[in-house]
T-cell receptor, first 114, second 110 residues
Framework: ETGVTQTPRHLVMGMTNKKSLKCEQHLGHNAMYWYKQSAKKPLELMFVYNFKEQTENNSVPSRFSPECPNSSHLFLHLHTLQPEDSALYLC?????????????FGPGTRLTVL | SQQGEEDPQALSIQEGENATMNCSYKTSINNLQWYRQNSGRGLVHLILIRSNEREKHSGRLRVTLDTSKKSSSLLITASRAADTASYFCATETSGSRLTFGEGTQLTVNP
């Protein structure tokens, strides 16, 4: 285990549902990330948080809403998603947002939007 | 097109053989990292090589970096069935994010 946990591991939701993904890291890191991994596409960075502050939003649609209440927890709130949003959503953390630091990934949440 | 591109997309070998995966990128980098992902799981960091380094070893892994050709290779020696996974390179450019390639799917047959 990498010290980064994600729940739920699998999620099926309709386009009108509202759900949240949770990520927790037990490594004492200060930076946390959300990535989207779709089939046949490179890993896409969505959001970056450093010391609870959002430092990067990679032009992500507003139907994805991140929340970082503290350096150990990161949420991704989902509402009115589209079928093309189905993907594996990965959370990661690192000591700092300097990317020279190794990133530690959680196991991911497999999201299916019907 | 993306910064990092792995080659080949898929590789199938027998246990005990060596596996070589390549990564090409387009812009100057500070460092290049290799990650491994088992099916349906998160990525695990394998090795980081800085732009001023040419070769790095970690156990059965050997990574090379050729900044003149903007390419890197990952060699896994004496492969095992447990090495079956997807392997990704990720590049870090100055003041920027980690950019991942599409990955190489490695299958090691017992």
């Amino acid at each position: 285990e990498t010290g980064v946990t994600q729940t739920p591991r699998h999620l099926v939701m309709g386009m009108t549902n509202k759900k949240s993904l949770k990520c927790e890291q037990h490594l004492g890191h200060n930076a946390m990330y959300w990535y989207k991994q779709s089939a046949k596409k490179p890993l896409e960075l969505m959001f970056v948080y450093n010391f609870k502050e959002q430092t990067e939003n990679n032009s992500v649609p507003s139907r994805f809403s991140p929340e970082c209440p503290n350096s150990s927890h990161l949420f991704l709130h989902l509402h009115t998603l589209q079928p093309e949003d189905s993907a594996l959503y990965l959370c990661a953390s690192s000591p700092r947002t300097r990317f020279t630091d190794t990133q530690y990934f959680g196991p991911g949440t497999r999201l299916t939007v019907l | 097109s993306q910064q990092g591109e792995e080659d080949p997309q898929a590789l199938s070998i027998q246990e005990g053989e060596n596996a070589t995966m390549n990564c090409s990128y387009k812009t100057s980098i500070n460092n290049l990292q290799w990650y491994r992902q088992n099916s349906g799981r998160g990525l695990v960091h394998l090795i980081l090589i800085r732009s001023n380094e040419r070769e790095k070893h970690s156990g059965r892994l050997r990574v090379t970096l050729d900044t003149s050709k903007k390419s890197s290779s990952l060699l896994i020696t004496a492969s095992r069935a447990a090495d079956t996974a997807s392997y990704f390179c990720a590049t870090e450019t100055s003041g920027s994010r980690l950019t991942f390639g599409e990955g190489t799917q490695l299958t090691v047959n017992p």
